[in-house]
């Protein structure tokens, strides 16, 4: 965790929970600071009061803490809980650029990208830009390695940029930018043309059958024209 942190707490009593303290201490030792106290907890039920602080981890160098709860009754009983937290606030390994492949299907790009080897990463936030220098907007945050950008525009080249970030919210620098243009390829041809009914007789009516096939992954519609000539 980094920055400002809103710590909350329960604890269920018969006779009323007054208050709850909070304490930190570097993880293994049993040097407390107190970090605040809640003197009005809130009743949240039957026998349920509930405490909150807000604490600024800002207030610790990095590394691995024991934070310790107690809750005070009205009868000066009290009964703590503790857990270890850990503050961070070094940016992860940056990534290295995103590879962008044109599906070809209109109005998207398929990005992957190779895995930073810092093991905190818990993300990578994708980033898009009109032009090679920015600048950058957030467009997604995945978890994997590979994600499609949809609602572009065909045949308008844009740039994605990469940024890991840990479980503390930390982010990398961004990585330089890959250039991709989506476009919708339909690769259509005249597959074959028939008349119905095959041999056309003079004053009898018929039609004129065109069988148009499509190479290419993007759905299209399909109009015909048919000439007549020498």
Known sequence: LKGE????????????????????????TSSWTALGTDAAPALRGSGTWAGALAWSSDS?????YTVRITATDRGGRSDDLAFDVTVDRTPPAAPGAPQVANPRTGNRLALTWAATADPLVAG????????????????????GLETIVSSLDNSVPVWFALATVDAAGNESARSVGTQGT??????????????????????????IIATISSGGPAHTLVEALFYLGD
């Open 5 to 28: 942190v809103s710590l909350t707490a329960t604890a269920t009593d018969n006779t009323g929970v007054v208050s709850f303290l909070w304490e930190i201490a570097p993880a293994g």
């Open 60 to 64: 610790v160098a990095e590394g691995t």
């Open 124 to 143: 990578y936030r994708v980033y898009k830009a009109g032009a090679a220098g920015g600048p950058y907007g957030f467009v997604t945050q995945v978890a």
């Open 182 to 207: 989506p476009t919708a390829e339909a690769d259509l041809a005249v597959a074959g043309i028939r008349f119905a009914p095959p041999n056309p007789t003079v004053g009898v009516a018929g039609n």
